[in-house]
């Protein structure tokens, strides 16, 4: 991002925050913010970028590509969260399922000798369990890639 951009040209040039400043014509406290994360207006930058003898352009040029892979690893970590979430979704129902059907078989042999009814319900929501395991952990990554495929399609018409 830009703060460490900034934060990189002036420690390689030795300067303290306060050089930086006073060469800026900026406030100490500006250049901290900035240095932060803050926002920094188009002023602030061509001050910034005329005390490293640069231009905003260029000042910007290194700073775009690491604002980009912040922003790739960014998206990175909030799809593997999400993930994740589905993950642990899916142990829960499981988990539920186990305990659930237990109780159904055990109110069923306790009651009725006779009749298995439990296997009915468990049988039938148990694969709807292992359809959902099957799509989250065997064919997640084949089915994102048909979808961009499918989208990718669409665009081009």
């Known amino acids: 991002m830009k703060h460490s951009t900034i934060k990189a040209l002036r420690l390689s040039r030795a ?12 406030s ?12 920094a207006s188009l002023e602030t930058l061509s001050a910034i970028a005329a005390a490293f003898d640069l231009n905003v352009a260029d ?28 993950e642990y979704g899916f142990y829960r129902a499981v988990m539920t399922w186990a305990v659930i059907c ?16 439990f296997i009915w ?5 148990g694969a ?8 989250l952990f065997v064919l997640h990554g084949w089915l994102e890639r048909r979808q961009q495929q499918r989208l990718q399609k669409l665009l081009r018409k």
């Open 59 to 86: 000042l910007n040029a290194e700073m775009a590509p690491e604002a980009t892979q912040d922003e790739a690893l960014n998206q990175k970590i909030e799809q593997a969260k999400k993930r994740l979430d589905k």
């Open 15 to 26: 300067w303290s925050q306060e050089q930086l400043a006073e060469l800026s014509s900026l």
């Open 128 to 135: 709807l369990l292992a359809v959902r395991g099957i799509k």
């Open 102 to 117: 237990a109780g159904l078989a055990a109110i069923n042999l306790f009651t009725a000798h006779e009749q298995y009814w």
């Open 121 to 125: 319900p468990t049988a039938i929501w």
């Open 28 to 39: 100490v406290r500006t250049v901290q913010r900035i240095e932060n994360g803050g926002q």
